[in-house]
């Protein structure tokens, strides 16, 4: 894509849907469906284990349900942290862009837990607020990143507390862990939307090093089971 052809692009007011269903070229395309590959892959490890845990328990396999939920929850972590790198490679990465594509705020209604309603609540009332596409784009891409890391670390506690046979309510604990999966599942579609937006906006000379980036190792997010106040910066 040229200049010409990406001054056109961004010349009108563009929507999320707009981005969307714009092509790519073909480099950029190629990265877009090796990283949704990964993504995708991980997530579908996730959902089949988590699924195998609940019908453990359905038959009276307490043990073995206990076990499986610590493997969803190892599954969960590391596809959470990759999820959160990319955000965080993103956000680093648009403060030197001239343009960022159009964004759309979080929405309530597609979460069912009070952490990523919460931070859909937030994320919305900021959107008004703030002027601008780029604060819009990247105070969207932190909230995505910390809702990520909230989740991730309440899916653990609960995951834990099921694993220990200690819990006091376990019924609470597994019903947690399904709204805290379909809750994943709204961000990880939130993130690739961005996935596909930002590579649009990218110019195409520094596509290569933000694929390194998206190679490099995540760093790692430590995991406890009171996890910190949800807090956004603007």
Same mark, same amino acid.
């Given at each position: 894509?040229?200049? =010409?052809?990406?001054?056109?692009?961004?010349?009108?007011? /563009?929507?999320?849907?707009?981005?969307?269903?714009?092509?790519?070229?073909?480099? *950029?395309?190629?990265?877009?469906?090796?990283? #949704?590959?990964?993504?995708?892959? @991980?997530?579908?490890?996730?959902?089949?284990?988590?699924?195998?845990?609940?019908?453990? =328990?359905?038959?009276? $396999?307490?043990?073995?349900?206990?076990?499986?939920?610590?493997?969803? @929850?190892?599954?969960?972590? /590391?596809?959470?942290?990759? #999820?959160? @790198?990319?955000?965080?490679?993103?956000?680093? /990465?648009?403060?030197?862009?001239?343009?960022?594509?159009?964004?759309?705020?979080?929405?309530?209604?597609?979460?069912?837990?009070?952490? %990523?309603?919460?931070?859909?609540?937030?994320?919305?009332?900021?959107?008004?607020?703030?002027?601008?596409?780029?604060?819009?784009?990247?105070?969207?891409?932190?909230?995505?990143?910390?809702?990520?890391?909230?989740?991730?670390?309440?899916?653990?506690?609960?995951?834990?507390?099921?694993? @220990?046979?200690?819990?006091? =309510?376990?019924?609470?604990?597994?019903?947690?862990?399904? %709204?805290?999966? !379909?809750?994943?599942?709204?961000?990880?579609?939130?993130? $690739?939307?961005?996935?596909?937006?930002?590579?649009? %906006?990218?110019?195409? $000379?520094?596509?290569?090093?933000?694929?390194?980036?998206?190679?490099? +190792?995540?760093?790692? *997010? +430590?995991?406890?089971?009171?996890? *910190?106040? !949800?807090? %956004?910066?603007?």
């Amino acid at each position: 894509m040229g200049f =010409r052809d990406t001054h056109s692009l961004f010349s009108r007011r /563009r929507s999320v849907s707009d981005d969307w269903v714009a092509a790519l070229p073909a480099e *950029k395309t190629r990265v877009f469906q090796n990283v #949704l590959q990964g993504w995708e892959t @991980s997530y579908a490890m996730l959902s089949v284990s988590l699924d195998d845990a609940f019908a453990l =328990r359905a038959r009276g $396999e307490l043990i073995c349900s206990r076990q499986q939920i610590s493997v969803t @929850s190892d599954i969960l972590s /590391r596809l959470a942290n990759h #999820l959160i @790198s990319f955000c965080q490679a993103v956000n680093t /990465r648009s403060a030197r862009l001239l343009r960022l594509p159009a964004v759309a705020p979080l929405k309530m209604d597609y979460f069912r837990g009070a952490t %990523a309603q919460t931070a859909a609540s937030w994320n919305g009332i900021l959107h008004h607020v703030l002027f601008g596409s780029r604060a819009r784009f990247r105070h969207k891409v932190r909230i995505l990143a910390d809702t990520l890391e909230r989740l991730m670390h309440e899916f653990t506690a609960a995951a834990g507390d099921i694993c @220990s046979g200690g819990a006091v =309510r376990p019924a609470t604990s597994w019903d947690t862990l399904d %709204a805290l999966h !379909y809750d994943f599942n709204t961000c990880l579609r939130e993130t $690739e939307i961005v996935l596909k937006s930002f590579l649009l %906006a990218l110019p195409d $000379e520094q596509l290569g090093s933000f694929v390194a980036d998206l190679e490099a +190792p995540p760093q790692l *997010k +430590p995991v406890s089971a009171n996890p *910190k106040l !949800y807090r %956004a910066s603007a």
